[in-house]
């Protein structure tokens, strides 16, 4: 890269549960979006399991891994863009024009533009994602926009314009913040932050695995497999330093010794 830096080759996505890790995969992807649902099928491929739970960053909020949640009932805790900013109370006034701004009405499938021009339902269209999932569009267009002393902050178009909405993923937008914010939701996101970050700092940080020395796929899973395995190792060996003798050792690694794991996994990415 221009500033001197090595540009990533695979993006590295690991499950954790008490800071050990549980799981980890490869991808080609830069993006994390495509990554959780083939991550998914992994864990459930070594643990013949599904986590119950699951806690991620915006990086994962998306339509289709929204739907996937609700298809194979996890309840997601997962941020999408913009939550941390709809969080502040000027977020709306900052983006007045923006469609999710207008007021929406239900009944006569509607929408109201600054002005208080009814803007109607025109159509609907079918756009696909890079991984092929199908999202629908609902288009809406003003009546007349000639004249509107608000148009050169409303839209550029030279015809009145023409807004599209999202109505599935506003919905499951909705659903998301609704559990986000909730008691549950909140404790979930604070121990994000201190679960999953950590495993990442100490393999970065404390003992430098800041570059992959083989290439190939098949070669990298064996190669980030045994830093996640010294990682738990030293984790275990930790613990035991620290416990008195009649005391079991950590509750999570009896749990892996009887394939009790624990459903409730988080997820995050290399940074």
Do not use: W
């Amino acid at each position: 890269m221009k500033n001197g830096q090595l540009k990533a080759a695979y993006n590295l996505q690991m499950s954790s549960s008490n800071q050990f890790i549980t799981h980890y995969s490869i991808h080609p992807n830069p993006g994390d979006t495509l990554t959780l649902k083939p991550h998914l099928e992994g864990i459930k491929k070594y643990y013949h399991l599904s986590p119950d739970q699951l806690t991620a960053d915006a990086g994962y909020g998306s339509e289709e891994n929204y739907t996937f949640f609700e298809d194979q009932n996890i309840e997601g805790f997962v941020k999408y863009n913009y939550f941390d900013q709809e969080s502040k109370p000027s977020f709306e006034k900052k983006r007045p024009f923006h469609p999710n701004s207008l007021h929406y009405m239900t009944q006569e499938d509607a929408y109201i533009c600054p002005m208080g021009q009814k803007m109607n339902f025109i159509g609907q269209t079918i756009r696909k994602t890079s991984s092929g999932f199908e999202q629908r569009i609902s288009k809406y267009q003003a009546q007349n926009c000639q004249g509107c002393p608000l148009r050169p902050k409303c839209h550029k178009s030279q015809h009145n314009r023409i807004i599209q909405i999202n109505h599935t993923l506003n919905s499951l937008k909705k659903k998301a913040r609704d559990k986000l914010t909730s008691e549950q939701g909140i404790q979930k996101r604070k121990n994000r932050v201190q679960e999953i970050e950590p495993v990442f700092g100490i393999l970065k940080q404390n003992h430098g695995f800041r570059r992959l020395t083989l290439r190939g796929k098949g070669k990298v899973e064996v190669e980030v497999g045994l830093h996640a395995l010294a990682h738990n190792i030293r984790k275990c060996a930790a613990i035991l330093n620290n416990k008195p003798p009649q005391e079991p050792l950590f509750p999570f690694v009896n749990q892996v010794a009887t394939k009790q794991i624990d459903r409730t996994d988080n997820f995050s990415k290399l940074g």
